[in-house]
Protein backbone atom coordinates (compact mmCIF):
# COMPACT_ATOMS: atom_id res chain seq x y z
CA UNK A 1 0.00 0.00 0.00
CA UNK A 2 1.30 3.73 -0.79
CA UNK A 3 0.63 6.20 1.54
CA UNK A 4 0.36 9.90 1.34
CA UNK A 5 0.53 12.73 3.73
CA UNK A 6 -0.68 16.12 3.96
CA UNK A 7 -2.02 19.15 5.70
CA UNK A 8 1.41 20.43 7.21
CA UNK A 9 1.84 23.92 6.86
CA UNK A 10 3.36 26.80 9.18
CA UNK A 11 1.27 27.85 12.36
CA UNK A 12 2.30 30.07 15.23
CA UNK A 13 3.33 28.17 18.75
CA UNK A 14 0.23 27.17 20.45
CA UNK A 15 -1.71 26.73 17.56
CA UNK A 16 -2.79 23.42 15.61
CA UNK A 17 -3.08 21.36 12.76
CA UNK A 18 -4.68 18.04 11.28
CA UNK A 19 -2.48 15.61 9.18
CA UNK A 20 -4.30 12.90 7.23
CA UNK A 21 -2.50 9.97 5.71
CA UNK A 22 -4.38 8.18 3.00
CA UNK A 23 -3.41 4.71 1.83
CA UNK A 24 -3.77 3.30 -1.96
CA UNK A 25 -5.90 0.74 -0.29
CA UNK A 26 -7.76 -0.86 2.16
CA UNK A 27 -6.12 -0.37 5.91
CA UNK A 28 -8.90 -2.13 6.98
CA UNK A 29 -6.56 -5.07 7.82
CA UNK A 30 -3.40 -3.98 8.41
CA UNK A 31 -3.21 -3.79 12.74
CA UNK A 32 -0.79 -1.14 13.20
CA UNK A 33 -0.40 2.25 11.46
CA UNK A 34 1.78 5.26 12.95
CA UNK A 35 3.12 8.77 12.27
CA UNK A 36 6.88 9.27 12.26
CA UNK A 37 8.49 12.98 12.43
CA UNK A 38 11.97 14.39 11.22
CA UNK A 39 13.31 17.15 12.47
CA UNK A 40 16.99 18.75 10.65
CA UNK A 41 19.79 16.71 11.73
CA UNK A 42 17.63 14.43 13.63
CA UNK A 43 16.79 10.82 13.48
CA UNK A 44 12.98 10.06 12.87
CA UNK A 45 10.79 8.88 15.30
CA UNK A 46 7.89 7.59 15.75
CA UNK A 47 5.36 10.18 17.99
CA UNK A 48 2.24 8.17 17.39
CA UNK A 49 0.97 4.40 17.05
CA UNK A 50 -2.75 3.39 16.71
CA UNK A 51 -3.97 -0.61 16.15
CA UNK A 52 -6.51 -1.95 15.05
CA UNK A 53 -8.43 -2.44 18.16
CA UNK A 54 -8.44 1.25 18.72
CA UNK A 55 -5.04 1.52 21.25
CA UNK A 56 -3.21 4.31 21.05
CA UNK A 57 0.17 5.06 22.08
CA UNK A 58 2.46 7.96 21.73
CA UNK A 59 5.59 9.33 22.51
CA UNK A 60 6.29 11.39 25.71
CA UNK A 61 7.04 14.56 24.20
CA UNK A 62 3.78 15.00 22.40
CA UNK A 63 1.29 13.21 25.33
CA UNK A 64 -1.98 15.05 25.91
CA UNK A 65 -1.24 17.04 22.60
CA UNK A 66 -1.32 14.95 19.57
CA UNK A 67 -4.10 12.66 18.67
CA UNK A 68 -4.14 9.80 16.26
CA UNK A 69 -7.22 8.24 14.72
CA UNK A 70 -7.95 6.01 11.71
CA UNK A 71 -11.01 5.88 9.21
CA UNK A 72 -10.94 2.56 7.72
CA UNK A 73 -13.70 3.40 5.74
CA UNK A 74 -11.50 6.66 4.25
CA UNK A 75 -8.29 4.29 4.12
CA UNK A 76 -7.15 7.42 6.40
CA UNK A 77 -4.99 7.84 9.67
CA UNK A 78 -5.20 11.42 10.80
CA UNK A 79 -2.82 13.27 13.78
CA UNK A 80 -4.33 16.20 15.26
CA UNK A 81 -1.68 18.53 16.69
CA UNK A 82 -2.44 20.99 19.36
CA UNK A 83 -0.41 23.18 21.52
CA UNK A 84 1.94 22.74 18.49
CA UNK A 85 5.74 24.52 19.70
CA UNK A 86 8.35 24.97 17.75
CA UNK A 87 10.39 21.89 18.71
CA UNK A 88 7.25 20.11 16.65
CA UNK A 89 8.92 21.47 13.65
CA UNK A 90 9.41 18.10 11.50
CA UNK A 91 8.78 16.57 8.53
CA UNK A 92 5.70 14.45 9.34
CA UNK A 93 5.61 10.46 7.55
CA UNK A 94 2.77 8.03 8.54
CA UNK A 95 3.58 4.12 8.03
CA UNK A 96 2.24 0.64 8.26
CA UNK A 97 4.22 -0.65 11.55
CA UNK A 98 5.26 -4.27 12.35
CA UNK A 99 5.58 -5.33 15.95
CA UNK A 100 8.75 -7.28 16.95
CA UNK A 101 9.94 -8.34 20.24
CA UNK A 102 7.86 -5.45 21.69
CA UNK A 103 8.65 -2.22 19.62
CA UNK A 104 7.11 -1.14 16.70
CA UNK A 105 8.88 -0.70 13.34
CA UNK A 106 8.40 0.83 9.86
CA UNK A 107 6.90 -1.65 7.41
CA UNK A 108 6.38 0.11 4.13
CA UNK A 109 7.68 2.27 2.24
CA UNK A 110 8.38 6.25 2.87
CA UNK A 111 6.07 8.56 1.11
CA UNK A 112 7.32 12.16 1.00
CA UNK A 113 6.38 13.44 4.20
CA UNK A 114 4.30 16.89 5.32
CA UNK A 115 6.21 19.47 6.50
CA UNK A 116 5.23 21.32 9.63
CA UNK A 117 6.99 24.25 10.91
CA UNK A 118 5.86 25.96 14.14
CA UNK A 119 6.87 29.82 14.58
CA UNK A 120 8.19 30.99 17.99
Known amino acids: VQLVESGGGLVQAGGSLRLSCVAS????????MGWYRQAPGKQRELVAT???????NYADSVKGRFTISRDNAKNTVYLQMNSLKPEDTAVYYCNVLIKNSGSYYPRGSWGQGTQVTVSS
Open 50 to 56: IISGGNT
Open 25 to 32: GSIFSINA
